[in-house]
Structure formats: structure tokens, C-alpha cells
Nanobody, 123 residues
Framework: QVQLVESGGGLVQPGGSLRLSCAVS????????IGWFRQAPGKEREGVSC????????VWTGSVKGRFTISRDNAKNTVYLQMNSLKPEDTAVYYC????????????????WGQGTLVTVSS
């Protein structure tokens, strides 16, 4: 059974950094693309970034370009989201999910989701 577990969220001041982790079990990172998504209070969920063996990395949300970096450690079967220069508008619950077909471009089904980790950016 495929499972994803996010961690690393918390309270951080504006301008600070956090690194989120998405630990994947029951499959390998080569089987799926892994996307990071977020949902802020009262807003729809949006895609943030994605990583795939097939087509590399993508940033889906323009507001995080240059600040967020996605990476993966195949040995640990874990995907990371390094978030720098955090802003209050980055406050959200962050989720990771598998994508199939395993690409970050075009349409895909996000079939497995983690439980989410809360990021709060506030002074």
C-alpha cells in the first residue's frame, strides 16, 4: 500500500526557512511523480511544485519561484521542499501526492495523498 507522510511544518517568522519532507512507502520515487500542493484557509488547493524522474522538476506556482526548491533522495525514498524567504501568504497546509502518469507536465491523476503538514508564517 502506497503511503505518503509529510513532516517539517511549523511556525516561522517572515523571511525564515523551512524544509518539508514527504516520506514515501509502498512504492519507489521512479514509479510516480511527486507533487507538493498547498491549501490556505478559505482558498482552493493549488499545486506548488513537482519532481519526476521522467521530466525533472517543475514549479507550478509563480509566487514561489526563486524561493522554493524541490528535491528528492532516492535512497531515503523521500521528497523535500526547501522553502526560503517565507511570506505570510505562504501560510497553508502543505500536502504531497503521487502523480500518474509520472510526469510533472500535462494532466495526471493525483492518486495517493499524505495527511498534510501546517506551515504558518507570522511574526
Amino acid at each position: 500500500q502506497v503511503q505518503l507522510v509529510e513532516s517539517g511544518g511549523g511556525l516561522v517568522q517572515p523571511g525564515g526557512s523551512l524544509r518539508l519532507s514527504c516520506a514515501v512507502s509502498g512504492t519507489t520515487l521512479d514509479t510516480y511523480a511527486i507533487g507538493w500542493f498547498r491549501q490556505a484557509p478559505g482558498k482552493e488547493r493549488e499545486g506548488v511544485s513537482c519532481i519526476s524522474k521522467r521530466d525533472g522538476t517543475k514549479v507550478w506556482t509563480g509566487s514561489v519561484k526563486g524561493r522554493f526548491t524541490i528535491s528528492r533522495d532516492n535512497a531515503k525514498n523521500t521528497v523535500y521542499l526547501q522553502m526560503n524567504s517565507l511570506k505570510p501568504e505562504d501560510t497553508a497546509v502543505y500536502y504531497c501526492a503521487t502523480r500518474n502518469p509520472p510526469v510533472c507536465s500535462g494532466s495526471a491523476v493525483a492518486s495517493y495523498w499524505g495527511q498534510g503538514t501546517l506551515v504558518t508564517v507570522s511574526s
